[in-house]
């Protein structure tokens, strides 16, 4: 009796572990989209009450009177050059000093949010909302701004947010350990996953739509909750990964696989660290970045567009090919950047390194630690002081030129000379680690052979094709690999020297990503798009510098 309760409770522990983790993965899910739409719930209610509460103050309502209402204040615009504008009081009350008056300009701290608001809503001839989340209680501001006057609400958040919909989460676990305690042990997995989906979609759909609803609104909204923005998505992709995990329950995979995690588990414990560690700063952002070049970002809100970021980048935007905005033109760009850096980093640093490797130079230590310093320096403090040189009127380069007769150049006015000066301190930059290398690589290779060589009646230069060359690839090839990934995203340089100046025309692809995230709109989906076009055309360069490197050797 006891041997065959053990043999039950063996066979089923495993699909019990393996069928909890997964259901309670898609109830925290369901738990997400329940905390969102209470969220959105609340704050749109709140918007909707604090428009309406301007509304009334517009309207001629005494700010005492205004329900719910922290402070209120009418503010007089004085128009400005450049269609600029400063506000000052006109009238405000505070419930918390009733009796305070308000005057002067909105210049300190604590009124600049407010001023801010109004400028935007003058600006825009609408009403304007914001959140300040600074304070111990969340306060939500509204301006309305006409020609003479400008009103601006505060008031704290008071809509309470719907309530929490507990059936179709007690049902799921009502269902999870059904499945698991009754169900046959192949099987128990994959039928908890759908037990724990299947009601937590059919009422969170309609409680999207209906959240202060009971039970009935739920289900009468299902088909149209179904249909709305990014939810069916969600749970399509919890399915699918869920369902693949219950067929390889159901198949034996998972079994094998936690077989072997139980045969090697002292291996296991020291590599999870290491995929925990890959896991969250690799994998996860780099699925985030990736999921989020299928959206569009407009005012803190993302909407799915499928391909359409992707598309907009390659067929160029409607820019002409030659237009620093066409993805193409900053692509080629960016191969011409990493072609020049690279060659002239692989070629200074080779021929230093055969300088240093001269067994009749003097002084070799000294030489070493001056020639490293570029690469042991911070390269933004570098990028600054080369930007500080290349200036036009005081800049040491200009000035030395000046004196050898040439003339100032101004570097940051059409492209070839942004272009170069950028090339050219990256160049200081990069040329000591190829020097390293390369020197590393040559103190290996045996002088018998170049003894041999001279015996034959071998030059200088054939020793060095025949002999030096063949020898370094192995270690040279995967610097310049490793070289040309780190140049094609070479933000620093790039951002601090040029500013990507003239017109845009010397960004690069990692640039033009930072401008569309940051300086054009706040275009996130845009960006993260770009992103993933670049980790593609890297991946695609690996994959050719592998091959090339693997037919290397065989010729070898």
Partial sequence: MSLCLRTFLCSRRGALWFGAVGAALAILLGLLVVERVQSREQRGGMERRALETLHLYISGTPAPQLPGVERAFNLKPHPMPHGLVRFSFFAGWDRMRPDARFEGELTDPSTLRLHDLAAAAMHRSSYEIAWDHSGPVSVVIAAWAGKDHAYVVVMPQSVPPPAFPW???????????????LAPPR??????YVGALAPLVIFLAGYRLAPYEGTGAHLANLPAGLGRGSFPW??????????????????????????????HRVAMTYVVPAMLGMSVLVLVPFAAGLALG???????????????????????????????????FTLGVTLMWTLFNVVLHV???????????????????????????PWAMPNYITALMWKGMFQQQYGAINVLLENLGVGSVSWFSTFWPAFMANVITNTWLGFPFMMVVSLGALQSIPTSLYEAAEVDGASKWQQFRLITLPLLRPALFPA???????????????????GGEPGGSTDILITEAYQWAFKRGERYGLAAAYAALIFVVLLVYSKMANRLTRAGEDLG
């Avoid at 059936?167 to 305690?181: K, N, S, Y």
């Fill in 187 to 192: 099987w128990a997995p994959l039928l908890a």
């Fill in 347 to 373: 070629g200074i640093g080779l021929g230093l390194a055969l300088l240093l490797k001269d067994p009749l130079l003097r002084f070799k230590g000294v030489y070493r630690v001056l020639l490293i310093i």
């Fill in 480 to 498: 310049i690999v490793l070289g040309s990934i780190w140049t094609f995203n070479m933000f620093n340089i790039i951002y601090l020297v040029s």
């Fill in 294 to 328: 299928f959206f569009s970002h407009c005012d803190g809100n993302f909407a799915f567009v499928g391909l359409r970021n992707f598309w907009e980048i390659l067929s160029g935007g409607g820019a002409a090919i030659t237009h620093p905005l066409n993805f193409w």
């Fill in 234 to 263: 969600a749970f399509l992709a919890a399915a699918a990964v869920l369902g693949a995990a219950g067929a390889a329950w159901r198949h034996g995979v998972a079994g094998r696989f936690f077989t072997g995690l139980r045969e």
């Fill in 167 to 181: 059936w179709p989460f007690v049902l799921a676990i009502a269902l999870v350990l059904a499945a698991l305690l």
